[in-house]
């Protein structure tokens, strides 16, 4: 009835959920999945500044350091795309955690390197890694988009 104690009380909103799922696991996921888009993006930034003592390391240039970055970001901006449509094909949580596992040997590869051509094959491995588990695309989702525009276009 209108105007009653009842009907002032606030109702509890219900959040529609994907088959499945359990309440509260999103949380610890998107946490996880922010933590690791961070440790991405923060690679270059701390190879960066300590690129011309590695590089010194290898005999090599300061002068070269900035082939550190461009071999990451290189493979990074290459790979990402089509790993977007790997995770469609297999699975988001393990073609992700493949992803991290490579991004951190790549990573951790490169500080154990001799030698500069090594160590760029291994940051060139880390970017892949990174863009392995950073999508940046998603095959299912635009082709998703792209029925649904069609179907509404249709009507």
Same mark, same amino acid.
């Given at each position: 009835?209108?105007?009653?104690?009842?009907?002032?009380?606030?109702?509890?909103?219900?959040?529609?959920?994907?088959?499945?799922?359990?309440?509260?696991?999103?949380?610890?996921?998107?946490?996880?999945?922010?933590?690791?888009?961070?440790?991405?993006?923060?690679?270059?930034?701390?190879?960066?500044?300590?690129?011309?003592?590695?590089?010194?390391?290898?005999?090599?240039?300061?002068?070269?350091?900035?082939?550190?970055?461009?071999?990451?970001?290189?493979?990074? =901006?290459? /790979?990402?795309?089509? *790993?977007? @449509?790997?995770?469609?094909?297999? #699975?988001?949580?393990?073609? !992700?955690? $493949? +992803? &991290?596992?490579?991004?951190? =040997?790549? /990573?951790?590869?490169? *500080?154990? @390197?001799?030698?500069?051509?090594? #160590?760029?094959?291994?940051? !060139?491995? $880390? +970017? &892949?890694?990174?863009?392995?588990?950073?999508?940046?695309?998603?095959?299912?989702?635009?082709?998703?988009?792209?029925?649904?525009?069609?179907?509404?276009?249709?009507?």
């Amino acid at each position: 009835m209108p105007g009653t104690a009842d009907s002032l009380r606030p109702t509890k909103l219900e959040v529609p959920r994907a088959k499945g799922t359990v309440r509260g696991t999103a949380r610890p996921a998107v946490i996880l999945g922010g933590a690791v888009a961070f440790l991405v993006g923060c690679d270059s930034m701390v190879v960066a500044p300590i690129a011309p003592e590695i590089l010194q390391s290898w005999g090599a240039s300061a002068s070269l350091s900035a082939l550190l970055v461009a071999a990451y970001a290189l493979a990074y =901006a290459v /790979t990402s795309p089509f *790993f977007g @449509a790997l995770a469609d094909y297999r #699975g988001r949580r393990p073609v !992700a955690v $493949a +992803g &991290l596992a490579v991004f951190g =040997a790549g /990573t951790a590869l490169t *500080f154990a @390197a001799p030698n500069l051509a090594t #160590g760029l094959a291994c940051r !060139a491995l $880390a +970017g &892949l890694g990174a863009g392995w588990s950073c999508r940046r695309s998603s095959a299912r989702s635009s082709a998703v988009r792209r029925r649904k525009r069609a179907a509404r276009m249709s009507e």
